[in-house]
């Protein structure tokens, strides 16, 4: 009887490890498929998510090649009359815009009879090591017979932008690119020529670089036809692979990333053999291990999912918005009567503030703006609104006109229902002459004073409305100050608003500094203000100085008479010009002995502002060199009451300075001896 129960006992226990052995590896197979599950929806979701920005790049390349065909064309329309100025007009595309290899335009058969049946003229950036260089000429000929050309041809009958297929361009680029094609039409309507700008592929390949998302994985970039702009790699017979494909809107091209499945799902055998010998061991271990590995395995590969999918997406956004922003101060060396310094800090990892500036034939382009909303579709629309500010610019002078531009071209594609402050500025540096628009933006300071603007409407709100722009006349040390909503709207721990009147008060303490020295108090003082209060909105800052040209001398002592005729061209007030000409001769003296000793090659800048105080008026002399750090007001005083022979060598000079000026103060920034000298009206 007891061996019976013990073989009842044995059996019941067989059966028991027989159900929990097939309860155990139905659970282990389930496992499998969800964990197999949870990695091809991983894999899909960064496949799909770097396909995306690739797409939002390309896309953003696309659209600038696109407005910049347009824009050749209008240039080219205006010039028709003078076939001299097709050289002008594509050359200055290919110079203006970077990402632009080679433009031209093509005539139909002799219409220009002095120049021939071939007329096409283009522009190139060839590179030679690591310079490139802009080639402009005349290209058509037999041996060039852009007739038979696809784009040409297209261009003709399409009256639209055309992209072609990928082609060697061996007369224009001497690339491999695609060419975006857009016809040009005479007074009467007529298409008479052809603008064609070129896409380098090896762009391309660069955009799609980052798309080997796995190791083996493969990335490929086609048109809409099917032919390889970046080609698929061969792949290997008998190989499974899992391929993802992203249509570009724009242009009808797709973009594919190609991963092999024995790559993507190596981890996954590997736990596998794990689970299998888990299990021979001994079931309670292998349970508890699978139980506690699936867990973890599932709750690692969607963590691991989310964060990678946001930090590519917000990688690739700063990117892009740090690439567009300047970034190099002082931005004009050769300028000297221009000091202009910005900066924009994100509330969030990247933000839809934006400020931009560049010169063209002495004048000063410039804006700032704030795009509503937050995030990564802000962001986006910051870069289209700074590429339309750049892209219009090239050609266009008027700020109203500048802004409605831009305005019609977001409007027109505005589903999202965006919008855009933004204040566009465009001062001529010959005589200081603003000419100036508000699209809805916070209004500017003029020393310290708000600068009267017209309530013009949000760009992006409504097609087709009419901007109004507004001049005046800055004179020389005139400060403007442009911000975003972030300065004014910042707030501490008490939800107290930092205010416009705290910060026209704060302004108007530093009329005196230079742009750069302005911003950065201002976002300290601000800092200050917040103190452990979380930034809620983008903090934006621009500050233009529009001053007298400075003195530039080498260091040569017999340079320094130069300084009595500068001064007297500055209009000092009489009784104030023999102190003035024997301290900036003195402090210029100890700067080409102390800071370029031995006769060093060096320069030395004095420039000059005259600010409006509390008490009065002021001037304000800055000495700057880049030579070796020299700090004059940490030489002791002069006891002048020492006899020659008692005294010790050097301190006169200063001593001189100090006594001729009220104020004297020394810093060393970006490598210079910066010397200001104050003297009160």
Same mark, same amino acid.
């Given at each position: 009887m007891d061996e019976n129960k013990k073989k009842l006992a044995r059996a019941g226990g067989f059966w028991i490890l027989l159900v929990a052995g097939l309860v155990l590896e139905a659970t282990a197979c389930l496992q499998y498929?969800?964990?197999?599950?949870?990695?091809?929806?991983?894999?899909?979701?960064?496949?799909?998510?770097?396909?995306?920005?690739?797409?939002?790049?390309?896309?953003?390349?696309?659209?600038?090649?696109?407005?910049?065909?347009?824009?050749?064309?209008?240039?080219?329309?205006?010039?028709?009359?003078?076939?001299?100025?097709m050289y002008t007009c594509t050359r200055t595309l290919v110079e203006t815009l970077d990402n632009v290899e080679s433009a031209g335009v093509a005539f139909i058969a002799d219409y220009y009879p002095s120049k021939g049946r071939w007329y096409e003229i283009c522009s190139s950036r060839i590179s030679s090591g690591d310079s490139a260089r802009i080639y402009t000429r005349q290209i058509g000929?037999?041996?060039?017979?852009?007739?038979?050309?696809?784009?040409?041809?297209?261009?003709?009958?399409?009256?639209?932008?055309?992209?072609?297929? !990928?082609?060697?361009?061996?007369?224009?680029?001497?690339?491999?690119?695609?060419?975006?094609?857009?016809?040009?039409?005479?007074?009467?309507?007529?298409?008479?020529?052809?603008?064609?700008?070129?896409?380098s592929i090896s762009r391309l390949h660069r955009v799609s670089e980052y798309l080997q998302?796995?190791?083996?994985?493969?990335y490929s970039i086609a048109s809409a036809t099917g032919v390889d702009i970046v080609a698929r790699p061969d792949t290997m017979p008998g190989r499974k692979y899992m391929i993802f494909e992203e249509e570009i809107d724009a242009t009808g091209w797709h973009i594919s990333i190609i991963i092999p499945e024995d790559i993507?799902?190596?981890?996954?055998?590997?736990?596998?053999?794990?689970?299998?010998?888990?299990?021979?061991?001994?079931?309670?271990?292998?349970?508890?291990?699978?139980?506690?590995?699936?867990?973890?395995?599932?709750?690692?590969?969607?963590a691991n999912s989310q964060k990678e999918r946001m930090m590519n997406e917000l990688e690739i956004a700063q990117t892009i918005q740090r690439a567009m922003l300047p970034k190099v101060f002082p931005p004009f060396a050769d300028r000297l009567d221009l000091n202009i310094y910005g900066m924009v800090d994100p509330a969030k990892e990247i933000g839809g503030d934006l400020y931009d500036f560049y010169v063209r034939h002495d004048k000063l382009f410039f804006c700032v703006g704030d795009v509503s909303g937050k995030g990564v579709p802000a962001s986006l629309v910051m870069a289209t609104i700074r590429s339309l500010f750049r892209s219009v610019t090239a050609h266009e002078e008027?700020?109203?006109?500048?802004?409605?531009?831009?305005?019609?071209?977001?409007?027109?594609?505005?589903?999202q229902n965006m919008f855009v402050t933004l204040f566009i500025g465009v001062l001529d540096l010959t005589n200081g002459h603003l000419h100036y628009c508000n699209a809805g933006h916070n209004a500017p300071l003029l020393n310290g004073e708000m600068l009267t603007v017209l309530p013009n409407l949000p760009?992006?709100?409504?097609?087709?409305?009419?901007?109004?722009?507004?001049?005046?006349?800055?004179? !020389?040390?005139?400060?403007?100050?442009?911000?975003?909503?972030?300065?004014?709207?910042?707030?501490?721990?008490?939800?107290?608003?930092?205010?416009?009147?705290?910060?026209?008060?704060e302004v108007k303490k530093m009329l005196a500094l230079r742009p750069r020295q302005i911003v950065d108090a201002m976002r300290a003082t601000v800092a200050a203000f917040a103190g452990d209060a979380q930034q809620s909105d983008d903090l934006t800052m621009l500050a233009i100085r529009f001053q007298l040209p400075a003195i530039v001398m080498r260091n040569d002592i017999q340079q320094?008479?130069?300084?009595?005729?500068?001064?007297?061209?500055?209009?000092v007030p009489a009784e104030f010009n023999m102190p003035i000409n024997l301290a900036l001769e003195e402090a210029v003296s100890n700067v080409m002995l102390y800071a370029y000793p031995d006769r060093t090659d060096g320069k030395v800048f004095v420039e000059y502002l005259e600010v409006p105080t509390e008490q009065g008026r002021q001037m304000i002399f800055t000495i700057s060199d880049s030579g070796i750090?020299?700090?004059?007001?940490?030489?002791?005083?002069?006891?002048?009451?020492?006899?020659?022979?008692?005294?010790?060598?050097?301190?006169?000079?200063?001593?001189?300075?100090?006594?001729?000026?009220?104020?004297?103060?020394?810093e060393r920034i970006d490598d210079k001896n910066i010397l200001t000298l104050i003297k009160k009206l």
């Open positions: 498929f969800y964990s197999r599950t949870a990695i091809q929806h991983e894999a899909e979701n960064r496949a799909r998510a770097e396909l995306r920005a690739a797409e939002l790049e390309i896309n953003a390349a696309t659209a600038e090649l696109e407005a910049a065909a347009k824009m050749l064309t209008n240039m080219v329309e205006l010039s028709l009359d003078n076939p001299e100025g000929n037999k041996d060039h017979d852009y007739f038979q050309a696809e784009w040409f041809n297209n261009g003709l009958t399409i009256d639209s932008t055309w992209w072609s297929e !990928p082609y060697l361009d061996d007369a224009g680029a001497q690339a491999m690119v695609v060419s975006c094609s857009y016809p040009v039409h005479d007074k009467e309507g007529k298409v008479v020529a052809v603008v064609c700008v070129d896409l998302v796995y190791k083996d994985s493969y993507l799902y190596a981890d996954l055998r590997h736990v596998g053999l794990i689970v299998t010998i888990l299990m021979i061991l001994g079931l309670a271990l292998l349970i508890f291990i699978m139980y506690h590995s699936g867990r973890n395995i599932q709750n690692l590969i969607s008027h700020a109203h006109l500048i802004a409605t531009q831009i305005n019609d071209t977001l409007a027109e594609q505005n589903d760009i992006g709100v409504l097609t087709g409305f009419e901007y109004q722009s507004q001049e005046i006349d800055l004179h !020389p040390s005139d400060l403007l100050f442009l911000y975003t909503d972030g300065l004014t709207e910042a707030e501490n721990t008490r939800h107290e608003l930092f205010g416009e009147s705290r910060m026209l008060e320094i008479p130069t300084l009595a005729e500068w001064v007297d061209g500055l209009n750090p020299f700090d004059p007001t940490q030489k002791s005083e002069a006891d002048i009451t020492l006899s020659a022979e008692e005294r010790a060598i050097g301190g006169l000079g200063i001593h001189l300075v100090r006594q001729l000026m009220d104020q004297i103060i020394y």
